[in-house]
């Protein structure tokens, strides 16, 4: 699992946000469901927090990253 952290856009609520996949694929932004604001809501990602470092990996840096190992 990925740790990315997000932020709604609205409220401005950072959360942790567990998935299996690559959120840079859809951009920088998501839509979600925000527990602050009762309705859903565009989330901006902000980046993930790498499994081996825990270091926070800023969403430009993590485009790039995807495209290092081709």
């Known amino acids: 699992m990925t740790r990315?952290?997000?932020k709604c856009t609205r409220c401005g609520v950072e959360k942790q946000f567990n998935v299996a996949?690559?959120?840079?694929?859809?951009?920088?932004?998501?839509w979600l469901y925000c527990k602050?604001?009762?309705?859903?809501?565009?989330?901006?990602?902000?980046?993930?927090?790498?499994?081996d470092t825990e270091r926070f990996?800023?969403?430009d840096e993590a485009?790039?990253?995807?495209?290092?190992s081709v």
């Open 36 to 51: 602050n604001c009762k309705a859903n809501t565009e989330h901006k990602v902000l980046g993930f927090i790498d499994d």
């Open 4 to 6: 990315w952290i997000i």
């Open 63 to 68: 485009v790039t990253i995807k495209f290092r």
């Open 21 to 30: 996949f690559d959120l840079t694929i859809y951009g920088s932004s998501i």
């Open 57 to 59: 990996i800023h969403f």
